[in-house]
């Protein structure tokens, strides 16, 4: 059974970069999925920021492309997102997923964490 | 960027009725559309892919249809544990985008 597990801070101050990591079990990041980073927040609904292949292959949503950068690291099964410049709106609820590959189109999310909320507010 | 619409945004169903969720995409995205269900403080959970198969494990009640641009998730008899917000999301092309939410509610 694949798990994903988000972690990190739930408070950040305007202008500072967001951190946050995402630990999967039951299934390894150097696999053959892309995994990503989609945030959810009142004013906005589900918003997928990136996604990306162990090969380093990355997407990103171009509204966030300026400032986000999505990692993996295969030796802790780990992915990390990283925000920067954050302000009031990307108070939101952040979820790491795994995305099913398909050979038509891009792919969707399954499973996901449980969600991780973070805060902006000085 | 493919625009994904919802509707209604609210559908208000009394138990054992039959309720049927409207998503439309801005151009055609074929069949590649999933849906998902949320529950108040969890994640979402993916109950359709190909805009008709069934993830495993999700009940025969529900059912999805459509292609293009028109898309319909139905849920043929509502069990208390099927009151959630559905959403679907598009995966023809980037970046990936999602509708936003039918919350279905007891009635």
């Known amino acids: 059974q694949v798990q994903l597990q988000e972690s990190g801070p739930g408070l950040v101050k305007p202008s500072e970069t967001l951190f946050l990591t995402c630990t999967v079990s039951?299934?390894?990041?150097?696999?053959?999925?892309?995994w990503g980073w989609i945030r959810q927040s009142p004013g906005k609904g589900l918003e997928w920021i990136g996604s990306m292949f162990h090969s380093g292959n990355t997407y990103y949503n171009p509204s966030l492309k300026s400032r986000v950068t999505i990692s993996l690291d295969t030796s802790k099964n780990q992915l990390s997102l990283k925000l920067r410049s954050m302000t009031a709106a990307d108070t939101a609820v952040y979820y790491c997923?795994?995305?099913?590959?398909?050979?038509?189109?891009?792919?969707?999310?399954?499973?996901w964490g449980q969600g991780i909320l973070v805060t902006v507010s000085s | 960027e493919i625009v994904m619409t919802q509707s209604p945004a609210t559908l208000s169903v009394s138990p054992g009725d039959r309720a049927t969720l409207s998503c439309g995409a801005s151009?055609?995205?074929?069949?590649?559309l999933a849906w998902y269900q949320q529950k108040p403080g969890q994640a979402p959970r993916l109950l359709i892919s190909?805009?008709?198969t069934r993830a495993t494990g999700v009940p025969a009640r529900f059912s999805g249809s459509g292609s293009g641009t028109e898309f319909t998730l139905t849920i043929s008899s509502l069990q208390s544990e099927d009151f959630a917000v559905y959403y679907c999301q598009q995966y023809n092309d980037w970046p990936l985008t999602f509708g936003g939410g039918t919350k279905v509610e007891i009635k």
């Open positions: 190909g805009a008709s």
């Open positions: 039951g299934s390894s990041v150097s696999s053959s999925y892309y």
């Open positions: 151009q055609s995205i074929f069949t590649n």
């Open positions: 997923a795994r995305r099913i590959t398909v050979p038509v189109g891009v792919g969707w999310f399954d499973p």
